[in-house]
């Protein structure tokens, strides 16, 4: 980092040249005076720490972005739902507000407007007239703190503009707070299910007796029921078309009779009849792998040990226990 001034050639004007972070630039001045002026005023600005160099090929916040989002995956283990989550956020929202804007030209109040944008009415993409809700705007300010992280690693900035705000981020206390369904509601909810589909309100049942997260039920397979003790081996999450590993990437074995549907004190698993039930609906319709299967597909599946041959009538038998060999002894 460094100013000088000097002629570039004998007799010649005089030239202020400025090397900084990698990058040098130089101006033509004229009379010495005005470019010891000029120096003064630049080794001033080199202090700050927000000085950059302009540049004639700054890339916009879209061309950042895009090169951040073909290399990040390789070199961090993330799983393929994270990458998709990056990129969602990135499409819908941040490509939106940021992606025309020079690269270098985002500052921690920019950054700041993108957030009150978010947080207002209309931040919602899914919901126009919703705000994003705070659980994905913090997550999603993760994804453009990486962004930006690359850009200052490509001297592009000389800091991270989200790294500031830490303080301004929403927090989970902000978030709204969560309305579970009481045991009358799920009774009313399993009933309704009842009617329209049994298996389907077993799989409900199921669902609320063990209190996994979606994805975890959805991914369960006949291997992981054991009918003796009322369990099951949580191993893989059906999520977006795909089976993948847990969230936390961890194996767990979690009880199927907890009695949240019941008004009982005992609250034990296995407590109520109504609870233990869901062992025999289970054991009814056993449960089995999640992978979608077409109408045609199932209609047009065989079993292993039948035979396409044309199986040979009762008569035919008959008739051919009685005729005799065409071999003489």
């Given at each position: 980092m460094g100013v000088r001034v000097r002629r570039k050639v004998k007799g010649?004007?005089?030239?202020?040249?400025?090397?900084?972070?990698?990058?040098?630039?130089?101006?033509?001045?004229?009379?010495?005076?005005?470019?010891?002026?000029?120096?003064?005023?630049?080794?001033?600005?080199?202090a700050k720490q927000d000085f950059r160099l302009p540049s004639a090929d700054i890339p916009t916040f879209a061309r950042v972005a895009e090169a951040w989002l073909a290399r990040y995956p390789l070199l961090r283990s993330l799983r393929q739902t994270s990458v998709e989550n990056h990129e969602r956020f990135l499409r819908a929202h941040?490509?939106?507000?940021f992606g025309s804007t020079p690269v270098s030209d985002i500052t921690s109040r920019l950054v700041e407007d993108f957030i009150a944008a978010k947080r207002s009415p209309g931040g919602s993409?899914?919901?126009?007239?919703?705000?994003?809700s705070p659980a994905s705007l913090r997550v999603g300010l993760k994804t453009l703190r990486a962004i930006l992280q690359r850009a200052v690693l490509d001297d592009y900035l000389s800091r991270n503009p989200v790294t500031d705000l830490g303080r301004l981020l929403p927090r989970k206390a902000e978030d709204a707070g969560v309305d579970p369904f009481t045991?009358?509601?799920?009774?009313?909810?399993l009933m309704a299910a009842e009617r329209l589909d049994p298996g389907f309100a077993t799989l409900l049942r199921l669902w609320v007796q063990s209190g996994l997260r979606a994805g975890e039920v959805l991914g369960l397979q006949e291997r992981d029921l054991d009918m003796?003790?009322?369990?099951?081996?949580v191993r893989r999450t059906w999520t977006r078309g795909r089976l993948g590993p847990t969230k936390t990437g961890h194996v767990r074995t979690?009880?199927?009779?907890?009695?949240?549907?019941?008004?009982?004190?005992?609250?034990?698993p296995g407590a109520t009849p109504e609870t233990r039930s869901l062992l025999a609906r289970v054991r009814a319709r056993r449960v089995q792998s999640i992978e979608p299967q077409s109408a045609a597909q199932r209609g047009t599946r065989r079993n292993p040990g039948a035979t396409r041959h044309r199986p040979v009538e009762r008569d035919d038998k008959a008739k051919t226990r009685g005729r005799k060999s065409s071999r003489t002894p």
């Amino acid at each position: 980092m460094g100013v000088r001034v000097r002629r570039k050639v004998k007799g010649g004007p005089w030239w202020v040249f400025v090397a900084h972070r990698g990058r040098r630039t130089s101006k033509q001045v004229g009379v010495r005076k005005a470019a010891l002026d000029l120096a003064k005023t630049l080794e001033a600005e080199l202090a700050k720490q927000d000085f950059r160099l302009p540049s004639a090929d700054i890339p916009t916040f879209a061309r950042v972005a895009e090169a951040w989002l073909a290399r990040y995956p390789l070199l961090r283990s993330l799983r393929q739902t994270s990458v998709e989550n990056h990129e969602r956020f990135l499409r819908a929202h941040l490509l939106p507000f940021f992606g025309s804007t020079p690269v270098s030209d985002i500052t921690s109040r920019l950054v700041e407007d993108f957030i009150a944008a978010k947080r207002s009415p209309g931040g919602s993409v899914r919901f126009t007239h919703r705000p994003l809700s705070p659980a994905s705007l913090r997550v999603g300010l993760k994804t453009l703190r990486a962004i930006l992280q690359r850009a200052v690693l490509d001297d592009y900035l000389s800091r991270n503009p989200v790294t500031d705000l830490g303080r301004l981020l929403p927090r989970k206390a902000e978030d709204a707070g969560v309305d579970p369904f009481t045991g009358e509601e799920l009774r009313a909810i399993l009933m309704a299910a009842e009617r329209l589909d049994p298996g389907f309100a077993t799989l409900l049942r199921l669902w609320v007796q063990s209190g996994l997260r979606a994805g975890e039920v959805l991914g369960l397979q006949e291997r992981d029921l054991d009918m003796l003790h009322g369990t099951v081996t949580v191993r893989r999450t059906w999520t977006r078309g795909r089976l993948g590993p847990t969230k936390t990437g961890h194996v767990r074995t979690v009880s199927i009779l907890h009695p949240v549907c019941e008004a009982t004190a005992a609250w034990h698993p296995g407590a109520t009849p109504e609870t233990r039930s869901l062992l025999a609906r289970v054991r009814a319709r056993r449960v089995q792998s999640i992978e979608p299967q077409s109408a045609a597909q199932r209609g047009t599946r065989r079993n292993p040990g039948a035979t396409r041959h044309r199986p040979v009538e009762r008569d035919d038998k008959a008739k051919t226990r009685g005729r005799k060999s065409s071999r003489t002894p």
